[in-house]
C-alpha cells in the first residue's frame, strides 16, 4: 500500500467507528459538541501514534506469550503521559472529556492497530497507520459532533445559528446512538455505490 | 516476528517495559508538577475572582465541618469567603462556590461542576436571570427556597429540582458562613 | 435506605451502557443472542465487582499514601487484565461448569472499558445519594460496582430479546445488522431516561 493510502485509509476503507466499529464508547459519549469528538479524536490519535510507532519497535523482541501485557502497558504509559500533559496545559479540555481519557487505554482501536499492524510491520508504516486511523477517527468524532451540535443547540463549533435550544434529546444519550445509527445507514448507502 | 518466549526472556521483558514506562512517567510526572499545582491554582482564583469582589493575595484554602459534612472555603481579608458547597443535584453532585461579603451578604455563586440535564437543569450554570438574583442576597431578610416551596427563590423553567438543590447548596454556604463567623 | 438508593440508581438512573455509554463494545459484539448476552453478563458481573474491590484496595492502601495516584490508570489495567487470568485459572480448577459458561467471555472482559470505567470513577468521582456528596467507602463502592454490573447485565439481556425478534423481521438493507441496533439501543436509552431524577 502506498504512504497516501495508508493516511487515507481511516476516511473511508477502513473508517475505524462505520467499518471497523471500534472505540465505540468514546465515539458515544463524548460528541455533544464538534469541539468535544473533536478534542476526543485528537487525544486519540496522539496515544495511538505514539504507541504504534515504539510498539512496531519493540514487536521482534517481545516474547510472543506476554506481547499484549507488555503492549497495553506501553499504551498505558503514553495515555498517563497524555493525561499529565492535558492536566498542566488544557485543563479545561481533560475535565470535559473525564473518564474517557484515561479510557483511550482499553480503546479497541489502539490494541487493535498494534496487534493487527504496528507488530508486523515497519516503524515509518506504522506511524502512517497511526496518522491515518487517527484523522478516520477525528473525523467521524467530529462528523457525529456536528450532526448532534446542531441539532441539540443549534449551534456549530459553538456559533449559534438559532436562538434558543435545539432537540435536546440528541445531546442526551438516546441521540448518541440514535445519530450513530442513522449516520451508519448514510455511510452503508454512500459506500455502496 | 515475535521472539519465541521461555520464563527468562517474558520475566525480563516484561521488567524492562515496566522500568522503562515508570521511569519516563516519573520524569514528566516531576515536569508537570508544577504547571498542573499552577492550572489549578488559576482556575481556584478565577471562581474566587467571580464570587468576591477584588483581592490580591492568593487565599489560603482551609476547611469545616458543618452539621456533619467538610466544607472547603478561602477567606480573603477585606473580601469575605468564599465556600465550596456541594449537593445533590438532579443528575449528580452540583458544585457551587459561593462568595460571602463581610456583612453577610451573598456576592456571587458559580457553578464549579455539575451533572444536570442539558438544556434544563444545565442552565443553572449559564441562565444569568437566575444566577443573578442572588447577587447581593440578604439571607437574613429574604429566604433561600424556591416560590413553589414558599420561599423567594424564582426557579428556572422546568427545572425545579436543579433550582432546589443550587437553592440548597447556598443555603448551607450561608450556615458555613455564620459557623465561621460566629466567634468573631 | 443509602443502599437501596445506591443500587436504584446505578441499575435504572444512570445505566452504565445506555446513559454514561461504557461497555457498548461487547454490549453490540455478544447481544446477537440471548443465551451468549446472559453468559456475558454473569462474567462482567462477576470481573466488575472483584476488580473494583481489588483496585479499591490498591488505591486506597498503596497508591494514595505514596503518591502515586497519577499511575492509576496503568495500575488499574495491569491489576483487571491479571485479576481476568487469575479468575480464568480458578475457575477451570474450582467448577469446570462454570468455565464452560463464562470461559470464553473472560478473555475480551480485559479491554472491556466497563470495568476500567467503574474502578476509576469509584476512586476518583464524588457520589450523591440522598443530600451530601462523597466519596465512596469500600461497602458502598461493592455495592455500587454490584448494582452498575447488574444494570450492565439488565440491558444486555433486554437489548438480546429484542434483537432476537428483529433478526426475524425484514429491516432495509442498509440498516441490517449494526445500524438498526444502534437505532433500537437510541430507543431504549430513551426509555430509561424517565428513571432520571428519582434518585
Known amino acids: 500500500m502506498s504512504k497516501l493510502g495508508l493516511i487515507t485509509k481511516g476516511f473511508l476503507k477502513e473508517n475505524p467507528t462505520f467499518v471497523l466499529v471500534l472505540g465505540m464508547c468514546p465515539t458515544l459519549a463524548t460528541t455533544t459538541s464538534a469541539m468535544n469528538g473533536l478534542e476526543m479524536g485528537l487525544a486519540t490519535m496522539f496515544v495511538l501514534i505514539l504507541s504504534n510507532i515504539v510498539i512496531s519497535l519493540i514487536a521482534p523482541v517481545v516474547p510472543d506469550k506476554v506481547h499484549i501485557p507488555v503492549y497495553i502497558v506501553v499504551i498505558a504509559t503514553f495515555v498517563t503521559l497524555l493525561q499529565l500533559l492535558m492536566q498542566a496545559y488544557t485543563p479545561e479540555v481533560y475535565e470535559t472529556l473525564g473518564l474517557f481519557i484515561p479510557l483511550i487505554v482499553v480503546n479497541c482501536i489502539v490494541l487493535g492497530r498494534a496487534e493487527a499492524f504496528a507488530s508486523k510491520n515497519s516503524v515509518g508504516d506504522s506511524a502512517m497507520d497511526g496518522i491515518g486511523i487517527g484523522l478516520g477517527f477525528t473525523l467521524t468524532l467530529t462528523v457525529i459532533g456536528i450532526v448532534r451540535e446542531v441539532l441539540g443547540s443549534g449551534s456549530v463549533f459553538g456559533w449559534k445559528f438559532i436562538a434558543g435550544d435545539g432537540i435536546l434529546a440528541f445531546v442526551m444519550a438516546p441521540g448518541a446512538f440514535l445519530v450513530l445509527g442513522y449516520l451508519m445507514v448514510l455511510f452503508n448507502k454512500l459506500a455502496k455505490r | ?184 | ?199
Request: charge should be neutral.
Open chain 2, 1 to 184: 516476528m515475535a521472539a519465541k518466549s521461555n520464563l527468562r526472556n517474558m520475566a525480563l521483558s516484561l521488567t524492562l517495559v515496566c522500568l522503562v514506562c515508570s521511569g519516563l512517567l516519573g520524569v514528566v510526572y516531576v515536569m508537570t508538577a508544577e504547571p498542573i499545582r499552577k492550572a489549578e491554582e488559576a482556575k481556584v482564583a478565577a471562581s474566587i475572582a467571580r464570587v468576591l469582589p477584588s483581592f490580591e493575595a492568593q487565599p489560603e484554602q482551609e476547611s469545616i465541618s458543618v452539621d456533619g459534612l467538610d466544607y472547603t472555603y478561602y477567606k480573603v481579608p477585606g473580601a469575605g469567603y468564599a465556600i465550596i458547597s456541594t449537593v445533590g443535584g438532579f443528575g449528580g453532585p452540583l458544585s457551587l462556590m459561593v462568595g460571602i461579603d463581610e456583612g453577610g451578604l451573598i456576592v456571587n455563586t458559580v457553578v464549579l461542576s455539575h451533572s444536570e440535564t442539558p438544556g434544563l437543569g444545565a442552565k443553572c450554570a449559564t441562565e444569568l436571570s437566575f444566577i443573578d438574583q442572588f447577587k447581593g442576597w440578604d439571607p437574613a431578610a429574604k429566604r433561600l427556597v424556591v416560590r413553589k416551596d414558599g420561599g423567594d427563590v424564582d426557579a428556572i423553567t422546568a427545572s425545579t429540582i436543579t433550582s432546589r438543590a443550587y437553592t440548597k447548596a447556598i443555603a448551607n454556604a450561608v450556615d458555613v458562613y455564620s459557623k465561621l463567623t460566629e466567634n468573631e
Open chain 3, 1 to 199: 435506605m443509602e443502599f437501596l438508593l445506591i443500587i436504584v440508581s446505578a441499575i435504572f438512573v444512570n445505566n452504565i451502557v445506555l446513559a454514561q455509554f461504557l461497555g457498548v463494545c461487547p454490549f453490540m459484539g455478544v447481544s446477537n443472542k440471548l443465551s451468549t448476552a446472559t453468559g456475558m453478563s454473569g462474567a462482567v458481573c462477576f470481573v466488575i465487582t472483584l476488580a473494583t474491590v481489588v483496585t479499591y484496595l490498591i488505591n486506597k492502601f498503596f497508591l494514595v499514601p505514596l503518591g502515586l495516584t497519577f499511575l492509576q490508570t496503568i495500575a488499574f489495567i495491569l491489576v483487571i487484565a491479571a485479576l481476568v487470568q487469575m479468575v480464568e485459572i480458578v475457575l477451570k480448577k474450582i467448577s469446570p461448569s462454570l468455565y464452560q459458561a463464562l470461559g470464553i467471555f473472560l478473555p475480551l472482559i480485559t479491554t472491556n472499558c466497563a470495568v476500567l470505567g467503574v474502578a476509576i470513577n469509584v476512586v476518583t468521582k464524588e457520589f450523591t445519594f440522598g443530600d451530601a456528596a462523597h466519596m465512596l467507602n469500600l461497602g458502598e463502592a461493592t455495592v455500587y460496582a454490584l448494582a452498575t454490573s447488574l444494570g450492565y447485565g439488565l440491558a444486555m439481556i433486554l437489548f438480546a430479546g429484542l434483537r432476537e425478534q428483529l433478526s426475524r423481521n425484514n429491516v432495509p438493507e442498509a440498516f441490517k445488522g449494526l445500524p438498526i441496533a444502534f437505532i433500537t439501543v437510541g430507543i431504549m436509552a430513551m426509555a430509561f431516561l424517565g428513571f432520571s431524577g428519582i434518585v
